[in-house]
């Protein structure tokens, strides 16, 4: 795809991460935000999938498993069990990342976040406030079983006798039993028997009480939502429940409606957050997949091409799964250790689950489970059977047809008159169903009916700096594109881009010929003189031959070499990057013919996207603040190997002085959350800031982005320390007269929050909304910085982690929004900072695209647009 139309290319889903390579078809979550116009700079993905992997026993509240009838996994007892190879005993001594768990990370300094500045709006969000807040006291018990008991579900079936005995309302995930009746004795033994005659021993151990202040009391309460939930025939896949009742059927695939739930402490109430999602379920196994592929010399080879990154479902547990390896060494017929007895994996399934496996001689999928991988060093295995594996998310082929596209966007993009229609229902279903009022009841828990309404504040428009100091607003809709008609770029070669090459078949002679001259017209009309270029033609397009051609237009040392595609190919457009970046430190363009269909519209984009290439600036905001540095920090995957990532940090310079930015790349594992060359590439930054203004920033605002709510305690503990006492350490090193001012701040784009203003429209960009549905442990406010037109907009979450830069929220608030107006691929905002989108942009292209570090020579170019 040509550098022109990933500019263009509008995302369907409520992230803006960068499109994955051909090999890596995204996952199968959909919950519309409106982002097809949401940020239109960018080709997205970001079909999130429900967060459950592995075969993850089932635990309590306290820590403790239960042996679920799951899968083998590598780890448990119970199934085909290798650590690293050797057998191991159950779960019980790890520890798994707490969703519930509250991690105080406001600065103890902080007063008040709530800002004063800009128009207020009022609003209403997707939460339903807890009418009646709970007053009983829960009481934790363990149950165990003898005989053991595998399957959860017969667990609860067995206890279910009992019910009389445990009390109204009880809940039991197969482990922990949580009910508000306490025994007389703190062991109480209990007999039962199955429906097929089997006797078995109940031992409840008393474990102590839940109060109301601890994170625990919330998940008891998710767990009472979720049981109610129960009541409306919904089916759970992976963490979230879906409707099959509701499918609908689009084409070769099923769309499944559902709904994503939690109960918080926010600032004054206890609120339940409810957004509308949708699953993609399709009917082909990667068993279909691998008999399509093609036996030959390179069949493994291929076999992995086709599936690994691939999420599937099995049917027999409801949980998803990511393809990691594909095991040709194993097989069915392969034995493992279950209860002291060797047993094939036929047998397993055969007794489990009644499930017959028909082809015998299919290879063993491999899984890690990603919850567990961080503390485990990513050998916590999963073995899953082909034909037993279902796929789900899109192919590529799918994305091709705008058909189906459309479709399914019919579906999943909700207005947010539509989404409120949705949300309201799903709240009379819950409050009228006969068995989800029963669990309500029960519990004495009672939902309001109509959404909870916020206060917001709308930042005014701000200004846009082009040449000679010309300012125009953005407006109220965040949109200058206009403005390029009658202003010139802020910066851009004094001699113009006179030292160029271009690539091109000799058979689209006419097409180039054509692109030259809107890319001229475009370009002198903001002030940027694009002189003729060195023309190499190629007689056929194959990667090879752009490759050739590319080592010959270098050795004049142009400035840019633009290579013209007939049409988009991945694997050439790689190549090229690759060559460019890693081993020539040139710059490149790729552009194909496509991009004259659009006359000077693309031609403006392509203009732009090449002065930034080298080096300069199309625009720029009115900044208050001298002496200011920010960063952004993303991290994006290796397509080739799944446990290498790659970490991309953006630095602004003095924004003030001379508008430049600086960016540098490392490898990092993909299995830890905290960057460990995180620090050297700071450095890097701060060094480059003195070299050009020959002293340290005073300020830095750091926007730390790609991190999950799990590992956000990880972050505050080490990451944030660290960087404190490293910056220390530096500013003192070149005897700096005042300490470094920082504030840290995590982006957080996946949200379930929503804002709708009125019944039917989105808020206008600017939106902050900083109380009611914000954390009281967090110093955290939303921002709805982007237009959207189509759907529902999806806020962007902030919070501050660490702060001593002397600025006050409404400053914070209006410098994050200034920052999402300098991203150049679009002349709009975008919905995170543009240091993040530029990390995001540079991580991407170095996991899918290079494979490796490009050359330190582009650090100061937009090499990656």
Known sequence: MGDQERGRRRP????????????????????????????????????????????????????????????????????????????????????????????????????????????????????????????????????????????????????????????????????????????????????????????????????????????????????????????????????????????????????????????????????????????????????????????SDRYKEQCRLNTLGLVVLTDYNNKTYRINELDFSQSPLSTFNCKGKDTTFVEYYLTKYNIRIKDPGQPLILSKNRDKAQNNKGNDIVLLIPELCRVTGLTDDMRKKMDFMRALANHTRMNPGRRIERLQTFNRRLQTTADSVKVLRDWNMQLEDQLIEVKGRVIAPQKIVFNNRSRVSAGDNADWTRYFRDQQMLTTPREGLDRWAVIAPERNMRDLRQLLENLNRAARGMGFNVQRPRESWISDDRTSTYIQALDDCARSDPKLILCFFSKNNPERYAAIKKRGYVDRAIPTQVVTTNANRNGLSVATKIAIQINCKLGYTPWMIELPLSGLMTIGFDIAKCSRNRSKAYGALVASMDLQQNSTFFSTVAECSAYDVLANNLWPMILKALRQYEREHKKLPTRIIFYRDGVSSGSLKQLFEYEVKDIVEKLDAEYKRVSATAAPMLAYIVVTKSSNTRFFFGNNRNPPPGTVVDDVVTLPERYDFYLVSQTVRQGTVSPTSYNVLYSNIRLSPDQIQKLTYKMCHLYYNWSGTTRVPAVCQYANKLATLVGTHLHAIPQCALEKKFYYL
Request: hydrophobic residues 30%; glycine residues 8%.
């Open 12 to 295: 369907l889903d409520d992230s803006d991460r960068s499109p994955r390579s051909v090999q890596e078809p995204r996952a199968k979550v959909f919950r519309d935000d409106g982002s097809h116009n949401r940020d239109r700079s960018e080709a997205s993905s970001a079909y999130r999938p429900s967060l459950s992997h592995g075969a993850s026993t089932s635990r309590g509240i306290g820590g403790s498993t239960s042996r679920a009838a799951e899968v083998p996994s590598v780890s448990g007892a119970s199934a085909p069990s290798t650590h690293g190879g050797g057998a191991s005993g159950p779960h019980t001594d790890r520890r798994r990342v707490d969703r519930y768990e509250i991690v105080n990370s406001r600065p103890a300094d902080i007063v008040t976040k709530r800002g004063q500045d800009g128009t207020e709006i009022k609003l209403m969000s997707n939460f339903y406030r807890l009418k009646t807040k709970p007053q009983w006291r829960i009481v934790h018990y363990h149950v165990d079983f003898a005989p053991e008991v595998e399957a959860v579900r017969v667990r609860c079936g067995i206890l279910s006798e009992h019910a009389r005995i445990l009390g109204t309302g009880y809940l039991f995930d197969g482990a922990q039993l949580f009910t508000t009746k306490k025994f007389e004795q703190d062991v109480t033994v209990l007999q039962a028997t199955s429906k097929q005659g089997v006797n078995y021993t109940i031992t409840i151990k008393f474990v102590g009480y839940i109060s109301a202040a601890e994170p625990r009391f919330l998940q008891v309460l998710n767990l009472i939502l979720r049981r109610s939930m129960k009541g409306l025939n919904l089916e759970q896949v992976g963490r979230n429940l879906f409707d099959p009742h509701a499918r609908i059927k689009l084409f070769e695939v099923e769309l499944w409606p559902g709904y994503e739930t939690s109960i918080r402490q926010h600032e004054s109430d206890i609120l339940v957050c409810a957004e509308i999602t949708h699953k993609v379920m399709r009917s082909e196994t990667i068993y279909d997949i691998l008999k399509r592929t093609t036996h």
